[in-house]
């Protein structure tokens, strides 16, 4: 089995990790579980962001799709270390999105030794995709 490769030196990328995810399987947890899937996975801001769409379920997909991203661009995976609600999508006046981290999230940021993060999400009806960058500014 061959070794990941070495970050080169002098890179200001720390991780990258990308998910994608069916929208149906979003919707089909929500239409079983509800609001205590929505709160288990989604902060209070995504769930009222993607409350206001005309379907709000491919928005919450591409939502979960870069918490998942997040956590292998972090390398831990969910768990003990990460959770669903260390981190948030949260949309700027532009409607970019940006990465925020919860307190516990920002202490996993500063560990890899990065200053932020970049992610970038996509949904059709059937998919959404999320790619996330750990960066440093030094």
């Known amino acids: ?8 030196q002098g890179s200001n990328v720390l991780g990258v990790g990308i998910d994608q995810i069916e929208v149906s399987r979003i919707r089909d947890s929500l239409d079983k579980h509800g609001a205590h899937f929505l709160d288990k996975i989604f902060t209070s801001g995504e769930q009222a962001y993607c409350r206001d769409k005309a379907d709000p379920v491919p928005h919450l997909a591409a939502r979960f799709a870069a918490k998942e991203a997040a956590s292998k661009a972090f390398g831990t995976g969910f768990g003990e270390e990460f959770g669903w609600l260390d981190s948030e999508v949260h949309n700027d006046e532009q409607g970019q999105p940006i990465l925020r981290f919860s307190e516990k999230g920002s202490v996993l940021l500063n560990q890899k030794g990065a200053s932020g993060a970049l992610v970038s999400l996509t949904h059709l009806e059937s998919i959404a995709s999320s790619i996330v960058v750990l960066v440093s500014s030094s």
């Open 1 to 8: 089995m061959s070794e990941l490769p070495a970050i080169p």
